[in-house]
């Protein structure tokens, strides 16, 4: 078994900055690449951003200079700085790690979810 577990979203001004973070734990040989998805109501789910175990950065042209995406591979962590958030930022926010279980089946796991409301 594998869990994600994230924290950090909330309600903030226009704005304003959320820091998120995922943990991942569990039955994991490896992790390649981590991400940050958002689902806002009606819409599917999209790339916010995401880094490789490398520290490659791939990010949505939406959040371009406004979200940096990191991770500590030692923990199996990903983060991400959320700055100048704007209301269109609204979504439930899903933490995404790819990599191999300890069967070395490749596999993809996902975090419960966490929301991010962007109001006055």
């Known amino acids: 078994q594998v869990q994600l577990v994230e924290s950090g979203g909330g309600l903030v001004q226009p704005g304003g900055s959320l820091r998120l973070s995922c943990a991942a734990s569990?039955?994991?040989?490896?992790?390649?690449?981590m991400g940050w998805y958002q689902q806002a109501p009606g819409k599917e789910r999209e790339l916010v951003a995401q880094?490789?175990?490398?520290?490659?950065?791939n990010y949505a042209d939406s959040v371009k200079g406004r979200f940096t995406i990191s991770r500590d591979n030692g923990k199996n962590s990903v983060f991400l700085q959320m700055n100048s958030l704007k209301a269109e930022d609204t979504a439930v926010y899903y933490c995404?790690?790819?990599?191999?279980?300890?069967?070395?089946?490749?596999?993809?796991?996902w975090g419960q979810g966490t929301q991010v409301t962007v109001s006055t």
């Open positions: 569990g039955s994991i040989f490896s992790i390649n690449a």
């Open positions: 880094i490789t175990s490398d520290g490659s950065t």
């Open positions: 995404n790690a790819r990599g191999r279980d300890i069967d070395y089946y490749p596999v993809s796991w």
